[in-house]
């Protein structure tokens, strides 16, 4: 699999430079270009490996492990294809051991006291935090965002751990009144047990957090399965957990093979729970597996969020706004603004000015000062945004700026913006998870409303407006599990995040996230002395 991996990273190499870069002199450029990121590469590993954050192996039971059949995959710069390491590809065998590590370390993390428990993430927390700097590059060099932002990501998914480190301790029961005298009613709850975590590429640290920080709260375990793409940024948080005293087989990191990671997980009955983030085509076959076991299933899914700018926004917050909602990580994040829909009687002003704006976003390694948009993480990203762009202009929408691959090579794109566009074109119905921001024109409160919600998903919108009372109507009108109000930036660790309609299911965040991971045990006590 490795040599396959690596004749396939080849040829695309090639591709990238005979095919795209069209002179001799870009061709140069972007060749210089490549060879300096490809030594920021190498420089930023071997610091990342001096630190001891950089692991290459599974963590089975507290003990880091190889594939048993010795199969490895590659983990590549996304900025240079250059390869970072090798790590393991994992299969059923191996997951089938973590689920059994995370079963037996269970009985006993299950009945530690919230205090013990919350001491072990505090100290999982600082750890994060001392490491900041790292964990970044580290982030940087697999995923590819800005260093500034993922620095950004190690704060916000550190977040997560010391929330549910304080959350651990609230975790209440219930006393209901007994319709008999000599009876007494109570609600315990207690964790569901093994949970199986898949997350994703874009956040490989927050998306990790987010779901282990309360599972590990409320007494459960874990088996983590990263995306093959961003699996050393996951390695190196466990690490970090190793460190902080929480036992070994608590905190498992498999990956590999995806499809015989899900099927183990999936499949065994000891695992009591699954908790997903990524596409709805995945997230929707891992709810019909689930369906097996009768297992429960937390789905953060594919998003296709609406950014809405009335007539009465302020200019200035709703171009910053929707500059922050639509370009984080390159448009790769599932609440990124998926179309914009400016009134008409703002429409073309809003149009120059955010465009305008649009065109100083630097794009770059994430590791250049003052870059703030890093390379797509593969070709297959690139294709589709292409996909999306072709459709668009053929069914008559205008590019006002961007619309092709950056002459930086590789899978860099330049930040595009699309005017004129209709609510049939693909840009508008699917979530295109590149840095394109599409704009559509309405003329009414009622229309924008009947636009947003024309879609299967319902995570993440965003409004512009000064109007308080029409920021109420349209927030309560739109059918979405988050909306953000004149800001482009909604996440948090103490609010509830996640989906409505096939955006997904239950909440990560908040004390809302914990109850994803607790059974509700009701007990009814008689009285012992009675005849």
């Not at 282990?212 to 399965?225: N, R």
């Amino acid at each position: 699999m490795a040599a396959h991996i690596a004749l396939l990273r080849s040829s695309y190499k090639r591709l990238i430079h005979h095919s795209y870069i069209s002179s001799s002199c870009s061709s140069s450029f972007s060749q210089r270009f490549i060879r300096q990121i490809s030594m920021d590469t190498q420089g930023a590993a071997a610091e990342l490996r001096s630190s001891g954050l950089l692991q290459t192996q599974g963590l089975i039971g507290g003990k880091w492990t190889d594939a048993y059949d010795k199969k490895t995959i590659e983990v590549c710069d996304p900025a240079t294809g250059d390869v970072i390491v090798n790590v393991p590809c994992m299969g059923r065998r191996e997951t089938n051991d973590a689920i059994s590590s995370a079963y037996d370390a269970f009985k006993a993390w299950s009945k530690l006291t919230a205090n013990e428990r919350s001491r072990c993430l505090r100290k999982w927390y600082d750890l994060l935090i001392a490491h900041k700097e790292q964990l970044g590059r580290l982030i940087t060099l697999e995923q590819g965002k800005p260093l500034k932002e993922a620095v950004g990501e190690v704060s916000y998914g550190a977040s997560f751990i010391e929330f549910y480190a304080e959350e651990a301790k609230r975790i209440y029961g219930d006393i209901i009144p007994p319709t008999l005298a000599d009876r007494r009613l109570f609600v315990l709850k207690q964790p569901v047990g093994v949970v199986g975590a898949i997350t994703p590429w874009n956040f490989p640290l927050a998306m990790i957090t987010r779901k282990v920080g309360p599972a590990l709260a409320c007494g459960c375990t874990v088996v983590i399965k990263p995306s093959e793409l961003t699996p050393l940024t996951a390695l190196a948080a466990a690490e970090l957990s190793v460190q902080a005293g929480i036992p070994p087989g608590a905190v498992n990191v498999v990956m590999g093979n995806a499809s015989e990671i899900g099927d183990a997980l999936l499949e065994s009955p000891l695992v009591r729970k699954i908790t997903f983030t990524g596409s709805t085509a995945v997230g929707k076959k891992l709810m019909a597996g689930a369906a097996r076991t009768v297992k429960k299933v937390s789905l953060e899914l594919g998003g296709n969020a609406p950014c809405i700018v009335f007539d009465d926004a302020d200019l200035d917050v709703a171009v910053k706004g929707s500059i922050a909602a639509k370009f984080r990580n390159s448009g790769q994040t599932c609440v990124c603004a998926n179309r914009i829909l400016v009134q008409e009687g703002i429409y073309e002003k809003f149009a120059h000015s955010f465009t305008s704006a649009v065109q100083n976003l630097q794009v770059g390694n994430g590791f250049k000062e003052g870059v703030s948009q890093g390379p797509l993480i593969n070709e297959a990203a690139v294709q589709k945004v292409e996909k999306f762009i072709q459709d668009a202009v053929t069914k008559g929408a205008n590019i006002k700026l961007g619309g092709k691959r950056h002459s930086l090579g590789m899978t860099f794109y330049e930040p595009t913006v699309i005017s004129d566009v209709k609510s049939e074109m693909l840009v508008s119905r699917e979530e295109v998870f590149g840095p394109v921001a599409p704009i559509l024109r309405f003329k009414t409160e009622e229309e924008a409303i009947q636009m947003a919600n024309d879609t299967n998903a319902g995570l993440a919108a965003y409004v512009f407006t000064t109007n308080v009372q029409r920021s109420w109507r349209v927030s309560e009108a739109l059918e979405y599990g988050l909306v953000g109000v004149n800001e482009g930036l909604i996440s948090t660790e103490v609010a509830p995040f996640g989906g409505v309609k096939q955006s997904g299911l239950g909440r990560e965040g908040s004390k809302y996230g914990m109850d994803e991971y607790l059974e509700v045990k009701y007990v009814c006590l008689g009285d012992m002395n009675r005849a």
